[in-house]
């Protein structure tokens, strides 16, 4: 047991600070502050000596310097049981502190306020994190607290060992604080990473907050959890069980989709991370019906997300077939009600989640991989149409539409499209031949054409040889967009204008794997 006589604290966010200052009272333990933290305890009316009158040193530059003096870290870092460092504590006229609670300057949260490069730098904290560390790595002797959330945990250890700290308890303290400086610092690297539009450092720093323990990972046998950059997680759970890894990951292929839809009028069903269906219409019931129209079979047991606010009417038609989850950009109280009947069913609120340009990681045998986004807005004017026959607006409309979501299904991918609404997908398979044998046969199954209905077909990547295109033109398709970029590219131009099929190039691949 360590018995704790003196205390530093240094806090920004000064929530439940009465309640430790009461137990630092009862314990006989003498306090050390500076700054806004002082002026609290004071206003409280506790006991504290200010780190100045404590140095005998003012603060200096703008309070950039206060902590940071010989007497404050000798304090902590002195081992209590060498007899040097006693030595040299008492000939410098310095004492020991035994306890550091600190948390530091809230960059984060800066981050989230300001764009202003000048006030973001003054917000990175020194003193604070120097303290931490120093404690953390001493914590054979110190103790320190990083959170509030850390202040209970702390006050029962005092009172249950009258005024002292278990080694144990010390221990696990150093490794929150030492996670805690670790992250601090990660938010700093990668903001000035940013800044100056450094994506890929010699050094990557990757950080998150735990959102969740799952209760195993993609099987029974492998451990799983999810974490997010942002402490604030966006994605909201209304009901239902909880979220595995598997769900987490369809959620995140499912709200990728249809975030990148018009606004309002998009609903995507994704099974086992590809889509089964996806369709964009004004009409609430009809966007949902016509995606599932798609796959019904593959939907069963899948994902539905809209980027609409659900309603009753739809909520009724969602309830009528089995679903993992539901997710909905805002979801209202009758909706809401209708499917909480199904106490297992997940229902998530997604309208505070954004499209962002955040990195894809994947990770194997200790290194990762990192990309960009595939996210990119592509105008009108990257595409070109090499084929005789033009497309007329909304065919080249539903030729976009094909395109954006052929590059959100695995590779190799090819995407059926009639009127704003997939009606076949091929996805996942080692040859692009079959993924349009795929297509046509899911498109069959569920769907029957007149001879004059336009069948839009987009590929993820160019057509290696003529017999996949061919294949598509032979089941109904009237237009195609493929990035090109094949051997076999004039082959391709030229089967098209015999066969008077539009052919778009997209000019860029979509790989998906």
Same mark, same amino acid.
């Given at each position: 047991?360590?018995?704790?006589?003196?205390?530093?604290?240094?806090?920004?966010?000064?929530?439940?600070?009465?309640?430790?200052?009461?137990?630092?009272?009862?314990?006989?333990?003498?306090?050390?502050?500076?700054?806004?933290?002082?002026?609290?305890?004071?206003?409280?009316?506790?006991?504290?000596?200010?780190?100045?009158?404590?140095?005998?040193?003012?603060?200096?530059?703008? $309070?950039?310097?206060?902590?940071?003096?010989?007497?404050?870290?000798?304090?902590?870092?002195?081992?209590?049981?060498?007899?040097?460092?006693?030595?040299?504590?008492?000939?410098?006229?310095?004492?020991?502190?035994?306890?550091?609670?600190?948390?530091?300057?809230?960059?984060?949260?800066?981050?989230?306020?300001?764009?202003?490069?000048?006030?973001?730098?003054?917000?990175?904290?020194?003193?604070?994190?120097?303290?931490?560390?120093?404690?953390?790595?001493?914590?054979?002797?110190?103790?320190?607290?990083?959170?509030?959330?850390?202040?209970?945990?702390?006050?029962?250890?005092?009172?249950?060992?009258?005024?002292?700290?278990?080694?144990?308890?010390?221990?696990?303290?150093?490794?929150?604080?030492?996670?805690?400086?670790?992250?601090?610092?990660?938010?700093?690297?990668?903001?000035?990473?940013?800044?100056?539009?450094?994506?890929?450092?010699?050094?990557?720093?990757?950080?998150?907050?735990?959102?969740?323990?799952?209760?195993?990972?993609?099987?029974?046998?492998?451990?799983?959890?999810?974490?997010?950059?942002?402490?604030?997680?966006?994605?909201?759970?209304?009901?239902?069980?909880?979220?595995?890894?598997?769900?987490?990951?369809?959620?995140?292929?499912?709200?990728?989709?249809?975030?990148?839809?018009?606004?309002?009028?998009?609903?995507?069903?994704?099974?086992?991370?590809?889509?089964?269906?996806?369709?964009?219409?004004?009409?609430?019931?009809?966007?949902?019906?016509?995606?599932?129209?798609?796959?019904?079979?593959?939907?069963?047991?899948?994902?539905?997300?809209?980027?609409?606010?659900?309603?009753?009417?739809?909520?009724?038609?969602?309830?009528?077939?089995?679903?993992?989850?539901?997710?909905?950009?805002?979801?209202?109280?009758?909706?809401?009600?209708?499917?909480?009947?199904?106490?297992?069913?997940?229902?998530?609120?997604?309208?505070?989640?954004?499209?962002?340009?955040?990195?894809?990681?994947?990770?194997?045998?200790?290194?990762?991989?990192?990309?960009?986004?595939?996210?990119?807005?592509?105008?009108?004017?990257?595409?070109?149409?090499?084929?005789?026959?033009?497309?007329?607006?909304?065919?080249?409309?539903?030729?976009?539409?094909?395109?954006?979501?052929?590059?959100?299904?695995?590779?190799?991918?090819?995407?059926?499209?009639?009127?704003?609404?997939?009606?076949?997908?091929?996805?996942?398979?080692?040859?692009?031949?079959?993924?349009?044998?795929?297509?046509?046969?899911?498109?069959?199954?569920?769907?029957?054409?007149?001879?004059?209905?336009?069948?839009?077909?987009?590929?993820?990547?160019?057509?290696?040889?003529?017999? $996949?295109?061919?294949?598509?033109?032979?089941?109904?398709?009237?237009?195609?967009?493929?990035?090109?970029?094949?051997?076999?590219?004039?082959?391709?131009?030229?089967?098209?204008?015999?066969?008077?099929?539009?052919?778009?190039?997209?000019?860029?691949?979509?790989?998906?794997?």
């Amino acid at each position: 047991m360590k018995k704790i006589k003196r205390a530093i604290i240094s806090i920004s966010n000064k929530e439940n600070l009465v309640s430790i200052l009461k137990t630092l009272k009862k314990h006989k333990i003498e306090i050390i502050s500076s700054g806004g933290t002082f002026k609290e305890i004071k206003k409280l009316k506790y006991k504290c000596t200010e780190v100045s009158d404590y140095t005998k040193f003012s603060e200096i530059l703008d $309070g950039r310097v206060k902590t940071l003096h010989p007497k404050i870290h000798a304090g902590i870092l002195s081992k209590r049981k060498n007899k040097l460092h006693k030595k040299q504590l008492r000939k410098n006229n310095f004492e020991e502190i035994d306890l550091v609670i600190v948390n530091f300057y809230p960059f984060e949260n800066i981050l989230k306020n300001t764009k202003n490069h000048s006030k973001i730098i003054e917000n990175i904290d020194v003193g604070g994190p120097t303290m931490v560390r120093a404690a953390a790595k001493n914590y054979n002797f110190v103790t320190v607290i990083t959170k509030p959330s850390q202040y209970l945990s702390l006050i029962d250890e005092l009172n249950y060992n009258k005024g002292s700290t278990s080694l144990k308890f010390r221990q696990k303290m150093s490794e929150s604080a030492f996670i805690e400086t670790a992250y601090y610092d990660s938010i700093i690297a990668n903001y000035f990473n940013n800044f100056s539009n450094n994506r890929f450092p010699k050094k990557k720093v990757l950080h998150g907050h735990l959102i969740e323990k799952l209760r195993y990972g993609e099987n029974p046998h492998q451990e799983g959890a999810i974490y997010s950059k942002d402490s604030d997680f966006k994605l909201k759970q209304l009901n239902g069980k909880q979220l595995s890894y598997n769900n987490y990951n369809d959620i995140f292929s499912a709200l990728i989709i249809s975030k990148s839809l018009p606004k309002n009028i998009g609903t995507v069903i994704v099974k086992h991370a590809n889509p089964c269906g996806v369709s964009i219409n004004k009409n609430k019931i009809k966007s949902y019906n016509l995606a599932l129209k798609c796959d019904p079979i593959s939907a069963y047991g899948g994902i539905v997300s809209c980027n609409f606010k659900i309603n009753k009417k739809l909520a009724l038609e969602l309830k009528k077939i089995f679903l993992e989850v539901i997710i909905g950009n805002g979801i209202d109280k009758n909706a809401l009600k209708i499917l909480k009947k199904k106490k297992n069913l997940r229902i998530l609120d997604a309208k505070n989640l954004k499209l962002n340009d955040a990195q894809n990681i994947i990770t194997n045998f200790g290194s990762f991989l990192i990309q960009s986004a595939d996210n990119k807005f592509f105008p009108k004017k990257d595409f070109k149409i090499v084929s005789k026959k033009k497309p007329d607006k909304k065919t080249f409309e539903n030729l976009l539409f094909a395109f954006n979501v052929c590059r959100f299904v695995k590779s190799n991918a090819i995407v059926l499209v009639n009127n704003d609404s997939t009606v076949g997908i091929g996805s996942g398979q080692p040859s692009r031949l079959d993924s349009c044998k795929i297509a046509i046969s899911k498109m069959k199954q569920f769907h029957s054409f007149k001879n004059n209905s336009k069948i839009i077909a987009a590929s993820d990547a160019f057509f290696p040889f003529v017999d $996949g295109f061919e294949t598509l033109v032979s089941s109904g398709v009237s237009a195609v967009i493929q990035p090109s970029g094949s051997i076999r590219d004039k082959e391709i131009i030229k089967f098209a204008n015999q066969t008077n099929t539009i052919l778009i190039f997209s000019k860029t691949r979509h790989f998906r794997h």
